[in-house]
């Protein structure tokens, strides 16, 4: 495969030259974090790199049979988790890949394939080589050799339309710098905010054989629902996200196939992207700014419904200062009322860290924040 890629960029036919042209104006757009750390400084370990393709870049996408997300000199990052915004193709499909830069001599690892994604089907890929792996939702390019760049390139099968593509984000972090988070005046001082209006649902009441299996697109189908102002048909999400390539037995919790899905069922309302955060006041920020955030969380929460050892993802709607709590719609419960719980700060930052801080993070397009 990279032999292939290789050949294909030595090539100095007239149309190489014009997609030459066409992937530079795409490397050079801006990129920027979405997140504000001014605070933050010392916490910073992670970070986001986005692109929104203007509706002229998406026409001159169309034409093209591949595109180039790409940034170097960036912080140096153990890890990068990629995600997208895209509708589905109608015909053939998008294939993902990925590779990195060493930090420290400068040279690039070979390609990795990431995903598989078209009209009704989704495959995540694991690859490994002397210098990185992919492990279905994430690069990992360890803790000792870090990584300085990296680039992106989705290639168009099957008559695959990459003008559908709008945003494309890569979060890299240095696990190096995580540090578990300290309990202070200034997260006990935050007010207060609850965002209303988000439905509750219990995964164990959606008619699926495997409902103890889906509780990521469960709280996809509460966001998609808050954001269309209606119900979206949970068995449906949860079928239109099983990745076939992770686990023996395929999975429903794969996070860019969760979060591209959430883009496709809320018609492009807003962006969604798969990102970790710097700190529990990051989350905040967002609930404050109007947005739910779903959050994994792994191990023990104090009045959960169970312990979550192997993760789970749940909604977070708000945050009640006075009780000093997290409030939460987790479907893991067995009914929609009770998904509404409130998990005290303490017990939340430990099952959220037990994850790493991940997170799915929507954006409100109209309000030109990312």
Known sequence: MRDLFENSFKSIC???VLIFFSFTRIINADSHNGMCYENLPEQQWTWSYKKVFSDLECVKNSKLNQVIFFKENVKFFSQ???SW???RPKTGFFSFYIKTRNSR???WSGWHKMFDWGNNFQKSNFSANESSQYAHVRLEAGLSDLAD?????IKSYGGADLGLIKSVCACTSNFNKFKYETINKKLLNLKSVHIKNVPKISQRLVNHSQSARICSPTSCSMLAGFFNKCPV???DFVNSVFDSGLGESGSYGNWPFNVAELYCKCKGKCFF??????SFLDLHEKLLSGCPVIVSVRGKLDGGQKDYNSGHL???VGWDAAERKVICHDPAFYTDQSTFVKYNLETFLRGWEGSNRIAYIANFKNKGVL
Request: charged fraction near 15%; aromatic fraction near 14%.
């Open 80 to 82: 990068l988790i990629f």
């Open 233 to 235: 048909n949970e068995i």
């Open 105 to 107: 001599n400068k040279k």
């Open 14 to 16: 007239f149309l190489s």
């Open 273 to 278: 992207y798969v990102q970790r955060m710097n």
């Open 314 to 316: 749940i909604v977070v």
């Open 85 to 87: 915004n895209s509708s």
């Open 149 to 153: 760049a990296f680039k992106v390139i």
